[in-house]
Every structure is written in C-alpha cells, then in structure tokens.
C-alpha cells in the first residue's frame, strides 16, 4: 500500500507562483510513475504533468506547458509541481497519483493508469 500526501497548495494572485509537494510512503517510490491531476469546481478530474521513474521522462498538459514543471526526488519520495505564472483558470484541487510501472520512461497520462491517489491539496488563483 502507498499513501501520497500533498501539500503547498493556496491563494495566489494570477501570474504568481506555488510549488505543491507530495510525499509518499513505502521503499518502492523509486519504481512509481507519479502524475498531478486537478479538478476544478462542477468539471471532471483532468490530467495535468507526469514524470516517469528516473525523472528523465515528463509531460505536460497542453493547458500548462511552459508554465509548470514536474520533478522528483527518489532520496526523498517526493514529487513537486512548480506552478508559475498562475491563471484563474488553474484554480482546483490537486491531486497526486502514484503508478506501479513497468518501464521507467512511462508517463501515464489517464487515471485509470493510476494506482494510488493523495487526497488533494487546494490551489486557488484570484484575478
């Protein structure tokens, strides 16, 4: 079992900044695709940046690319999304999800691919 646990999130003012983090537990992290997805209000959960397990291998949300960046850090277990110049447009709950992969490269794009989830961390941008 992996628990994910969010944190960072808040209330920016659009072209701000935050960087979420998201730790997990278990000695496996390092065999873990991990993605963000968010949801905003009255919308479907949408994906947003994956990273595949070394950190070689990322990618974006046409929504957010050049804007947000996915990292890892195995000694850690962590993954982070830095989130710059916010839009009001990027305000939901940010979910972290974990995916037991088979290929280090993999970048799961769909939560079905997804294993584990964290409960969410609120990112709110005022115009």
């Known amino acids: 079992q992996v628990q994910l646990v969010e944190s960072g999130g808040g209330l920016v003012q659009a072209g701000g900044s935050l960087r979420l983090s998201c730790t997990t537990s278990?000695?496996?992290?390092?065999?873990?695709?991990m993605g963000w997805f968010r949801q905003a209000p009255g919308k479907e959960r949408e994906f947003v940046a994956a990273?595949?397990?070394?950190?070689?291998?990322?990618y974006n949300a046409d929504s957010v690319k050049g804007r947000f960046t996915i990292s890892r850090d195995n000694a850690k277990n962590t993954v982070y999304l830095q989130m710059n110049s916010l839009k009001p447009e990027d305000t939901g709950v940010y979910y972290c999800?974990?995916?037991?992969?088979?290929?280090?490269?993999?970048?799961?794009?769909?939560?079905?691919?997804?294993?584990?989830w964290g409960q969410g961390t609120q990112v709110t941008v005022s115009s």
């Open positions: 999800a974990a995916c037991a992969a088979a290929r280090p490269i993999l970048v799961p794009t769909t939560i079905s691919q997804y294993d584990y």
């Open positions: 278990g000695r496996t992290f390092r065999l873990y695709a």
């Open positions: 990273i595949g397990w070394s950190g070689d291998a990322t």
